[in-house]
């Protein structure tokens, strides 16, 4: 008996239990994702002779080291000297 009034509440309740959506707007993927950018894994060097010289390039901070190199498009973060994330800049 108790297990078949569970089950009931549940069906009655149930369509007001919503999900949230999120949205963004002002995102457009298509756009992000067409833009070139460094891959991770990619050292310095190989970023500098792909995409020119940064400009502007941020000093290293913490343990360990995290740097942030500034291009017009996007902006490439570095552990060391490897890529770990490129964005797109909005």
């Known amino acids: 008996m108790l297990k078949k009034l569970i089950t009931c509440g549940l069906l009655v309740l149930s369509p007001l239990a919503t999900a ?9 993927v298509a756009s992000a994702s067409s833009h ?3 891959v991770r894994g ?9 995409f020119g010289a940064p400009t502007s390039p941020q000093a290293a901070v913490g343990e360990p080291p995290i ?3 500034d291009y017009p498009n996007f902006t490439v973060y ?11 800049n909005q």
């Open 36 to 38: 070139s950018r460094p």
């Open 78 to 88: 570095f552990e060391y000297d490897l890529v770990i994330h490129a964005v797109v």
């Open 20 to 28: 949230d959506s999120l949205l963004l707007d002002g995102l457009d």
């Open 67 to 69: 740097s942030r190199w």
């Open 42 to 50: 990619t050292n310095m060097e190989r970023v500098q002779a792909d």
